[in-house]
């Protein structure tokens, strides 16, 4: 039996690049996951990871966020974000390793059980072993929950509400 904490969800925000629409059945499907605690485990890049492909992505990221800026295409502080931008380290590890990008929500666990709780849109990757691996120090797997949903990728932040609120 699932004990509902949070009983509504809805468009929060959209970040810089968002794009797609969210239904009402994927705020429900992402709800129920809430809910039922199915969280996803992660570990954080080893610093093999962050020594060798992830620092050489990184700074792949960096040309395209200055060539971005340049042209006006991008904000100063999209500009800093970009190189750690989940959805740009998770598209080029595809690229480099042939990763799988997971897509979903992150949230701060010490959050989870106040009257609501932002879910910020978020990719991770999946490696050749299985294993889910957080790309980005933004939300590191100790003190962040990771649900699976496809809508992740939209780039729209989510608001869970409970009965209280």
């Known amino acids: 039996m699932v004990v509902e904490m ?3 969800i809805k468009h929060y925000k959209s970040n810089e690049g968002s ?3 969210i239904t009402e059945k994927d705020l429900s499907e992402i709800l129920d996951i809430l809910n039922s605690e199915k969280y996803m485990q992660r570990e954080a890049a080893s610093q093999e990871l962050n020594d060798s492909d992830l620092k050489q992505i990184q700074s792949e990221l960096q040309n ?11 904000t100063q502080l999209a500009k800093w974000k970009y ?4 959805h740009s380290l998770t598209r ?6 042939g990763w799988t990008r997971v897509f979903g929500y992150a949230f701060e666990k010490k ?3 106040e009257s609501s709780i932002v879910l910020s849109s978020h990719s991770i990757t999946r490696d050749e072993f299985g294993n889910l691996v957080e790309l980005t120090y933004f939300f590191p797997p ?3 929950h990771f649900i699976e949903h496809k809508t992740g990728k939209f780039g729209i932040d989510l608001i ?3 009965k209280h609120f």
């Open 92 to 97: 080029k590890m595809q690229e480099k390793r």
């Open 142 to 144: 100790d003190l962040y």
């Open 64 to 74: 395209e966020a200055d060539e971005l800026f340049s042209q006006g295409k991008i």
């Open 6 to 8: 949070y009983v509504n």
């Open 111 to 113: 959050y989870l059980a």
């Open 83 to 86: 190189p750690q931008n989940c």
């Open 160 to 162: 869970a509400i409970d």
């Open 19 to 21: 794009s797609g629409e």
